[in-house]
């Protein structure tokens, strides 16, 4: 069998890995419940998307903060309100945020095919450790928000991730988000593999050096 194309591939974890819609609409749909209200699915996500990038790229903070604050704002531009102290439902709920159904088969494969792996996560060290429980292979490199002080897509995760694998490695990023990811990888040269679960149009930065519908195709390319 011939060598898979890359030695390591860097993962995003929550959208690429880790279903984060499913798990941050369970999450409101479980809290409004508490409140006797219900929610509309689509509603909680348009807005936690337009909410969260704007919080992460004020001053740094924790991500387990950035979580309390956007539940707070996406309750009250529903319409409901949620006190301070409860708004720390959504970081509680993340460890149970379930992984796609394609993930753990494709990692799988691509550890047993020699690949060694690596998670690039906006999130706290202690968050990704809970949702890490839910993946069948090790990961030997991870690097975090609360490592560099950053949030995607600035560059700080892919530069430390540079300085931390072996030189000469034959590296590839692969990620869901095309603004998070794909973006800052095209600015840097890192291979970027753009794993399109939502089937969208490509940005202004330009194509990816890949693209696949999920991790079953990356797995398939790379060969393993």
């Known amino acids: 069998m011939a060598p898979p194309r890359f030695d390591w591939i860097t993962f995003d974890c929550y959208g690429t890995l880790i279903d984060w819609e499913r798990g941050i609409s369970g999450a409101f749909t ?5 409140k006797g209200r219900t929610v509309d699915r689509s509603s909680v996500l348009d807005v936690y998307h337009a909410i969260e990038p704007v919080i992460e790229a004020e001053s740094y903070r924790r991500y387990r903060e950035v979580l309390g604050i956007a539940a707070e704002q996406v309750v ?4 409901w309100t ?3 102290e409860g708004t720390g439902f959504l970081a509680e709920s993340l460890p149970s945020w379930p992984p796609f159904s394609d993930t753990n088969p494709a990692l799988v494969r691509l550890a047993a095919g020699g690949v060694k ?3 690039l996560s906006n999130v706290d060290d ?3 450790a809970g949702t890490r429980r839910h993946f069948g292979v090790p990961f030997e490199l991870i690097v975090t928000a609360q490592q560099v002080g950053s949030y995607k897509p600035a560059h700080g995760h892919f530069t430390t991730a540079r300085a931390r694998l072996p030189a000469g490695s034959r590296w590839l990023h692969a990620a869901q988000s095309y603004f998070h990811d794909v973006v800052p990888c095209k600015q840097l040269g890192i291979p970027v593999a753009w794993i399109n679960r939502k089937r969208q149009p490509v940005g202004s930065a330009g194509a990816p050096d890949q693209e696949f519908r999920d991790l ?5 390319w790379v060969g393993v």
């Open 216 to 220: 079953t195709g990356l797995a398939d």
């Open 76 to 79: 009250e531009r529903l319409g």
């Open 126 to 128: 202690d968050l990704l």
């Open 30 to 34: 479980a809290q409004a419940g508490r």
């Open 117 to 119: 792996l690596g998670i």
């Open 82 to 84: 949620v006190p301070p």
